[in-house]
């Protein structure tokens, strides 16, 4: 990590720069009103190895039909698949959604308790869509590690891990809890629009100056 690294100046200037790209999904439909802890474990699920692009009108079209776990297990698997039709396995996530539905309904009586054991303990619930669940849902101070979030804060060489399960528990020792829910939010557009995979932007970014660009060959 270069010695100037202030973690603050960082997230403050990302900030600014996504402000004309698109909100991560989550954030976009809580912003539409599906807020709910509910639905929005439902959303990450869909976007599971899917675009925002998509992610973002099937979630909305199953939400015309099933906003609460019992509208959603009212409904057959043939059904929901198709409601799921664009994102990656559905039929798989049909069966992963009726699950979850099926233990709120009837071992929690109907209300997501906004518990991270509780949610991880669900099948097909990893701790990305837990705590990126329960950041935007409830506020709560949770850090969300996605491909681009374990990425970026590689790349800058504030961590050095493998895995973002990795990444996860050392930003949780590293970042102040009152910016854990920023991490997702801010980095996750910043990752897929600026601090790509392949050719980022180092030209323009806007933290470059803090950048170790750890691993990064070309760039635009």
Same mark, same amino acid.
């Given at each position: ?66 906003? %609460? ?9 043939? %059904?929901? %698949? ?44 990893? !701790? ?35 895995? !973002? ?40 970014? !806007? ?14």
């Amino acid at each position: 990590m270069k010695p100037n690294f202030d973690l603050n100046v960082v997230l403050s200037r990302i900030d600014e720069a996504i402000r004309p790209y698109p909100k991560a999904a989550m954030f976009e439909l809580a912003e539409r009103g599906y807020s709910s802890l509910f639905e929005q474990l439902i959303s990450c699920i869909v976007s599971i190895r899917t675009l925002d692009e998509t992610t973002i009108p099937v979630s909305l079209c199953l939400f015309d039909v099933a906003r %609460t776990p019992e509208q959603l297990l009212a409904l057959d698997i043939p %059904t929901l %698949t198709d409601l799921l039709y664009g994102t990656t396995y559905p039929d798989q996530k049909a069966y992963t959604m009726q699950g979850i539905a099926d233990r709120i309904v009837n071992e929690f009586g109907g209300e997501l308790p906004a518990d991270f054991a509780t949610l991880t303990s669900l099948k097909g619930v990893g !701790p990305k869509c837990a705590n990126l669940a329960l950041g935007v849902a409830t506020g709560l101070a949770a850090i969300s590690v996605d491909v681009h979030v374990h990425r970026v804060v590689n790349r800058w060489g504030y961590v050095q891990t493998k895995q !973002p399960e990795q990444t996860l528990k050392v930003l949780e020792g590293q970042v102040p809890r009152d910016q854990w829910r920023d991490i997702n939010r801010l980095l996750m557009p910043f990752g897929k629009h600026i601090c790509t995979g392949t050719l980022p932007r180092c030209s323009t970014c !806007p933290v470059l100056a803090y950048c170790e660009q750890v691993g990064v060959e070309r760039h635009r």
